[in-house]
């Protein structure tokens, strides 16, 4: 495994459409240009806050896992392994990808409500990214206390893998962490790391100074993500008004990894044999249960050879 050493460099969000015509616009945060993984995490939105009729109909996905984890609002997510179900905060979503699925998410109800969410990528190891597709639905998180060194301590929710002992039930792949930290009014908490691991820190709501070894006091902008690179043993997070973090780590991915729409691979030619799998309706997707033949078309591939992505910093 290689380590990079500490890193203080601020990943910032940037408005994309959400494929298609699909009436939203959505931040992404990861990846940037400079750091295409933070651990095996490849891929963060921001859908919302917004009121919307979200429709996002059948697409595929292979190579990662999905992560939805809602903050306002109700998603119901339909796949092609017959899973129907509604989401909502402090659930989580967990879909498998592996060698291929399609599904659709749809916010609940036939007008605009209000809707925000987080939805993450984890890019799948070999072995794990070409075997059987998966789903799970988590509605009970594990969660704990972090003690403050100054105000009330901070709640933690454990989304996936494992932070300060405590693990989630969610199925992961790689030794990873995902975490909700809420912290409150002119608070001062203390957040451990595992120095074999690289981490980022989002900053969802209110307000946020982080600091550290080789960090001089930051503030963090809602949806930006400071990624904080590894060999640290800790960071310090303070807020005067409360905030709502979500802190992204794990071991270092350096499996080469090849992104495209909606893939995770480790070539071109993986991923131009997908989209021609996906377009000619092949069964390796299956059938988005619900759904007709309403379907999100693949865009064109790029004429040039997609390569890894490689970390710049």
């Known amino acids: 495994m290689t380590l990079h050493g500490p890193r203080a460099a601020v990943l910032a969000a940037r408005e994309v459409p959400l494929g298609g015509v699909r009436a939203m616009n959505v931040l992404r945060a990861l990846p940037s240009k400079d750091v295409p993984t933070i651990g095996a995490w490849c891929f963060l939105d921001r859908f919302g806050p917004a009121e919307v009729r979200m429709r996002v109909e059948p697409h595929p996905h292979i190579g990662l896992q999905t992560v939805t984890w809602p903050l306002v ?3 119901r997510h339909r796949d092609a392994i017959d899973s129907d179900v509604v989401l909502r905060r402090g659930q989580l979503n967990l879909m498998t990808a592996g060698q291929g699925i399609a599904h659709s998410e749809y916010s609940v109800g036939e007008e605009a409500g ?11 190891p070999d072995g794990a990214a070409t075997g059987a597709p998966g789903f799970e639905q988590h509605l009970s998180l594990p969660g704990f206390a972090l003690r403050a060194e100054d105000g009330s301590d901070a709640e933690v929710t454990v989304v996936l893998g494992s932070y ?12 990873i962490v995902g975490a909700e930290i809420r912290l409150a009014p002119g608070s001062r908490v203390a957040l451990p790391l595992d120095p074999a691991w690289e981490h980022g820190l989002l900053l969802v709501r209110g307000d946020c100074h982080a600091a550290g070894s080789g960090l001089a006091d930051t503030a963090l902008g809602i949806d930006d993500v400071l990624f904080l690179g590894d060999s640290r043993e800790g960071v310090t997070v303070a807020s005067e008004e409360g905030a709502l973090l979500f802190l992204l780590g794990g071991e270092p991915f350096e499996q080469d990894l090849v992104m495209w729409w909606n893939f995770a691979a480790r070539s071109h030619e993986e991923i131009a044999q997908a989209r021609e799998d996906w377009e ?21 591939i790029p004429s040039v050879p997609l390569m890894p992505r490689r970390r710049r910093i």
């Open 280 to 300: 000619a309706g092949s069964a390796r997707f299956g059938h988005v249960i619900g759904h007709g033949d309403e379907r999100i078309p693949a865009p064109p």
């Open 164 to 175: 300060a002992g405590i693990a989630s039930p969610a199925t992961a792949f790689t030794p």
């Open 73 to 75: 609002g109700e998603i």
């Open 114 to 124: 209000p809707l925000d969410a987080l939805q993450l990528w984890v890019v799948l």
